[in-house]
C-alpha cells in the first residue's frame, strides 16, 4: 500500500502526518474549560454560556475522533482494511496504551476529588437514593458489552466473519442501552429527587464523574459504529485487526472504570 493515500495524509510509520489529533484535542480543551466553568457558575458568570462551549468542544471532540480513527485505519476508501505492519500494530496498539494511562490520570483527579468530600461531614444531606435496579441493570449492560467485543475480536482472529459482526452490532447496541439508562437516570434524578448539579459538593463530584464516563462511552460507542459500518461494508481482511484490537482495549477500559466507580460511588457512598 502506497504511503500517501486519497485522505491527503501521510501514513509511512515515521511520518504519518494528520489534522484530526489537534481538532480533537481542541474540542476536548473546550469540553473541559466549559465543564469546570459551569461547575463554578454562580451569580457573576451564568451557567448556560459554559455549557453551550462544553457542548460544542463534546460534539468538535466526538468529530476528531471519528475522523482520525477514519483516516489512521481505514485508508482505503473501498471499505476494505489492510494488513498492518507488525510495527504499525505495535505504534497504535501502544499509543492506545499510553492515551489509556493519561486518562487514568484525568479520572483519578476525579476520585482525588471525591475523597476531599469524603473526609468531611458523611453523609451529606443532598444524598439520593443512589442503589436501585437502573445502575445494576446499566452495569449488566456495561459488563456484557466488554464480553460481546472480546468474543467478536475473537470471531474475527478465528475467521468467523458472521459472527463478528453480529457481536460487534451487538456490542454497539448494548453501549446505546448504556448511556439511555444514564440518561434517563440522570432525569430521575432531577425531576424525582431533585437532585441537580447544584445540589452541593457531592452533586458535583457525582454528575462530574460519571458525566465524564458517560462521556468516555458516548466516545467508544462511536468508534464501535465505526468499526460496524467497515465490518458490514466487507473490510478486515486476514490480520487487519488493528483498530478492532485498540478500540476494545478502550471499551475493557470503559467498563473497568465504571465498576470501580460503582463501587466507589454508588455503593461506598450509601453503604461507607
Request: hydrophobic letters at 50%; proline letters at 4%.
Amino acid at each position: 500500500m502506497d504511503a500517501t493515500d486519497a485522505t491527503g495524509g501521510d501514513h509511512s510509520l515515521g511520518g504519518h502526518t494528520s489534522r484530526w489529533p489537534i481538532v480533537a484535542a481542541a474540542g476536548a480543551a473546550a469540553l473541559y474549560v466549559g465543564a469546570g466553568l459551569a461547575m463554578a457558575a454562580g451569580e457573576m458568570l451564568p451557567r448556560t454560556p459554559p455549557l453551550v462551549v462544553a457542548a460544542v468542544g463534546a460534539v468538535v471532540l466526538v468529530g476528531g475522533l471519528a475522523g482520525w480513527a477514519r483516516e489512521a485505519f481505514f485508508p482505503d476508501s473501498s471499505g476494505v482494511t489492510p494488513a498492518a505492519s507488525d510495527d504499525r500494530e505495535r505504534l497504535y496498539v501502544g499509543g492506545m496504551w499510553l492515551f489509556l494511562l493519561s486518562d487514568l490520570a484525568t479520572f483519578a483527579a476525579g476520585f482525588v476529588y471525591y475523597a476531599f468530600i469524603r473526609s468531611g461531614t458523611w453523609p451529606p444531606s443532598d444524598l439520593p437514593p443512589l442503589l436501585g435496579s437502573l445502575v445494576l441493570v446499566n452495569t449488566l449492560l456495561l459488563v456484557t458489552s466488554s464480553g460481546t467485543i472480546h468474543l467478536a475480536h475473537g470471531a474475527l482472529e478465528g475467521g468467523d466473519r458472521r459472527r463478528f459482526v453480529g457481536l460487534l452490532g451487538a456490542t454497539v447496541a448494548l453501549g446505546v442501552a448504556f448511556l439511555i439508562g444514564q440518561a434517563f437516570e440522570y432525569y430521575e434524578f432531577i425531576t424525582a429527587e431533585s437532585f441537580t448539579l447544584s445540589d452541593g459538593v457531592f452533586a458535583s463530584a457525582f454528575y462530574g464523574l460519571t458525566g465524564l464516563h458517560g462521556l468516555h462511552v458516548a466516545l467508544g460507542v462511536v468508534m464501535l459504529a465505526v468499526l460496524f459500518s467497515r465490518a458490514l461494508r466487507g473490510g478486515y481482511v486476514d490480520g487487519g485487526d488493528t483498530s478492532v484490537r485498540t478500540v476494545s482495549l478502550y471499551w475493557h477500559f470503559v467498563d473497568g472504570v465504571w465498576l470501580f466507580l460503582v463501587a466507589v460511588l454508588y455503593v461506598g457512598a450509601v453503604v461507607g
